[in-house]
């Protein structure tokens, strides 16, 4: 079965550092996608990234890259230049591509950028 | 704009009063999918659309149904709601199984 383990409740970083995430991963297929959202206050969830088993290169959207580790299983997510607006609940989430469709999620890191 | 959209976003109702969340996407997605999120145990899944007419349980289906007549709309009814049922609710479409999912604002609800 698919699971997903996020190790860090909270964490606090300084405005303008940069902050990882960490994200690991257990699933027995080959084929899966693996999925950042940032959840914040206002309680929506929005995507910021996306990962496939099979790329080779480590998937970037502007502040945010993931560190895609296959062999250890591992898909931590790097904020760069970090911002008072990236407080928020972010989860790691994966899926596999047959049966239920469904994201598995992680139970989430709190971050905190301080001014 | 592209969307999923949940109604309503609160709500407050009693035991054994039935009730149902609408969700509607405008992305013509095939698939689509109901969460609900509760602290302590994050997001777990309710129920399922792979398409059209096809529906399955998730993780945790008991108490719920849904129903997918047309490609656009997956509302979610609970029949006889209780107080175990209050949570934040998510619906979610996605256009493949590897694309990301686009999440409605949620639906907060409670039941007395």
């Known amino acids: 079965a698919q699971k997903i383990t996020q190790t860090q409740p909270g964490m606090f970083v300084q405005e303008k550092e940069a902050v990882t995430l960490d994200c690991t991963y257990d699933?027995?297929?080959?084929?899966?996608?693996l999925f950042w959202y940032k959840q914040p206050s206002s309680g929506e969830m929005i995507f910021l990234i996306y990962q496939g088993s099979y790329d080779e290169q480590n998937a970037t959207e502007g502040r945010y890259s993931l560190n895609f580790q296959k062999a250890r299983k591992s898909a931590n997510l790097v904020i760069s230049a970090s911002q008072l607006g990236d407080s928020a609940m972010y989860f790691c989430?994966?899926?596999?591509?047959?049966?239920?469709?469904?994201?598995?999620f992680g139970q989430g890191t709190r971050l905190t950028i301080n001014p | 704009e592209a969307q999923v959209t949940q109604n309503p976003r609160y709500l407050i109702t009693v035991t054994g009063k039935k009730l149902t969340v609408t969700c509607s996407q405008n992305m013509n997605h095939e698939y689509m999918s109901w969460y609900r999120q509760d602290p302590g145990l994050g997001l777990r899944q309710i129920y399922y659309?792979?398409?059209?007419?096809?529906?399955d349980k998730g993780d945790v289906p008991e108490g719920y149904k849904v129903s997918r007549k047309e490609k656009r709309n997956f509302p979610l009814i609970l029949e006889s709601p209780s107080p175990n049922q209050t949570s934040l609710y998510f619906c979610?479409?996605?256009?493949?199984?590897?694309?990301?999912?686009?999440f409605g604002q949620g639906t907060r609800l409670t039941v007395v």
């Open positions: 699933t027995s297929d080959q084929s899966y996608g």
């Open positions: 659309s792979m398409n059209v007419e096809v529906t």
């Open positions: 989430a994966m899926r596999e591509i047959q049966g239920a469709q469904k994201l598995v």
């Open positions: 979610a479409s996605s256009l493949s199984s590897l694309s990301e999912a686009f």
